[in-house]
């Protein structure tokens, strides 16, 4: 069975820009949760989508924003970028909410 | 709010036990995970608590007890590939909904010959 996917892999951007990265869940998980990592803060929560429907979201801007389509494939975009939001971006799945998860490799967004 | 704490980095030698300690605060707990993050890569998941009591998977070994707010990691025979950030990780709705995973700032074990 297939991995969770991500893409891209590495992006570069500048500040001001937006960026949409990209996420497939491991075939047959229904949930896709989001994270941000960074040397500073570790790895920190940013939402989590079940069927379609953002169930949970941590603390984060709304510049940060998500959605999730019916075939469980999950987007998140970041408006406005800062220097601030450099960091790898994971991306995980789970059969079902609360269940173990499974990340992703990762998107590594460098904001210039 | 949720609170995780464990050390920093931690050094071992090859062949060697380590145990790696995990302490939280938090209020509605449901589970505690860990992950290993080699440097580059994404998490991989290692075990999972929920009852309090020794896991044992392998030369991987984790152990939780809720009324301490307390988990270790057991890693036995230690390989160098065994180098890498370990992620502890608490499920909980400190809210009353639904539950969200916190994760630790990672301890960074250094295995050398």
Redesign the interface.
């Known amino acids: 069975k297939a991995g969770v996917t991500q893409t891209p892999r590495y992006l570069i951007k500048t500040r001001g820009q937006q960026v949409t990265l990209s996420c497939s869940p491991i075939s047959g998980h229904r949930s896709v949760s989001w994270y941000q990592q960074t040397p500073g803060q570790g790895l920190q929560f940013l939402f989590e989508y079940f069927s379609e429907t953002q169930r949970n979201k941590g603390n984060f801007p709304g510049r940060f924003s998500g959605r999730q389509f019916s075939n469980s494939r999950s987007e998140m975009n970041v408006s406005t970028l800062e220097l601030g939001d450099s960091a790898l971006y994971l991306c995980a799945s789970s059969l079902a909410m609360g269940d173990t998860q499974y990340f992703g490799p990762g998107t590594r967004l460098t904001v210039l | 709010g949720q609170n995780i704490d464990q050390p920093t980095e931690m050094t071992a030698t090859e062949g060697a036990i380590v145990q790696i300690n995990c302490t939280y605060q938090t209020s509605g707990f ?2 505690l ?1 860990w ?1 290993q993050q080699h440097a580059g ?5 290692l075990s ?1 608590n929920v009852l309090d009591g020794l896991e044992e998977k392998g030369r991987f070994s984790s152990f939780l007890s809720r009324s301490k707010g307390y988990s270790y990691l057991l890693l036995k025979e230690l390989q160098m590939k065994d180098s890498a950030s370990y ?1 502890c ?1 608490v ?1 909980a709705n400190p809210s009353g ?10 301890t960074s074990l250094i295995v050398h010959p």
Do not use: D, M, Q, V
């Open positions: 449901n589970g995970f992950y890569e994404a998490p991989t998941f999972y992620l990780a499920r909904g639904s539950y969200i995973p916190t994760f630790g700032r990672g």
